[in-house]
């Protein structure tokens, strides 16, 4: 499995599947754990308060 372009299409399509499906797993189990958790101890998504504090930081029509 070192290289995944030499392997059959059907083969990669089913790894596709399966990570797909890992995922979606993933995905439910957070978000069942988001609506468990009290407020102050919700999850915090880094990228999202990244890109909020850089629209405060450069963004010009918000420092008028």
Not at 21 to 45: G, M, V, W, Y
């Amino acid at each position: 499995m070192d290289n995944i372009e030499a392997m059959p299409t059907a083969v990669n399509y089913a790894l596709f599947e399966e990570a797909l499906t890992t995922f979606e797993a993933a995905k439910k189990l957070l978000t069942t754990a988001k609506l468990t958790l009290s407020p102050e101890n919700q999850f915090r998504d880094t990228r999202e308060t990244a890109a909020i504090l850089n629209c405060f930081a450069y963004d010009p029509s918000r420092q008028e």
